[in-house]
């Protein structure tokens, strides 16, 4: 008789790289789902994810997330308009 397996965990990204994990929560959808940025090392490279609200709180969990404040948003918001426009505040 085989002996059952245990379920599947995903390993937590912040243990497999050895780096922080941020999210920043953009927004929300349909009153359903969570709109935010994932980044792994450094919050100003991320990718934009939408998940549920309770699989938002276990990637959360899982991968051991700080969640930016609105002033690093802010900030990250900041110095991306320079990448976008060549300097913040330039009016086009």
């Given at each position: 008789?085989?002996?059952?397996?245990?379920?599947?965990?995903s390993?937590?990204?912040?243990?497999?790289?050895?780096?922080?994990?941020?999210?920043?929560?953009?927004?929300?959808?349909d009153?359903?789902?969570?709109?935010?940025?994932?980044?792994i090392?450094?919050?100003?490279?991320?990718v934009?994810l939408?998940?549920?609200?309770?699989?938002?709180?276990q990637?959360?969990?899982?991968?051991?997330?700080?969640?930016?404040?609105?002033?690093?948003?802010?900030?990250?918001?900041?110095?991306?308009?320079?990448?976008?426009?060549?300097?913040?505040?330039?009016?086009?």
């Amino acid at each position: 008789m085989n002996a059952a397996l245990p379920p599947e965990r995903s390993a937590s990204a912040a243990a497999l790289t050895g780096q922080r994990c941020y999210v920043r929560v953009t927004g929300t959808r349909d009153s359903r789902f969570v709109e935010f940025e994932f980044a792994i090392g450094d919050p100003e490279l991320a990718v934009e994810l939408v998940l549920d609200f309770e699989q938002f709180r276990q990637f959360c969990a899982t991968h051991e997330v700080t969640h930016l404040t609105a002033e690093e948003g802010a900030r990250l918001d900041w110095e991306r308009m320079k990448w976008r426009y060549g300097q913040p505040g330039l009016d086009h």
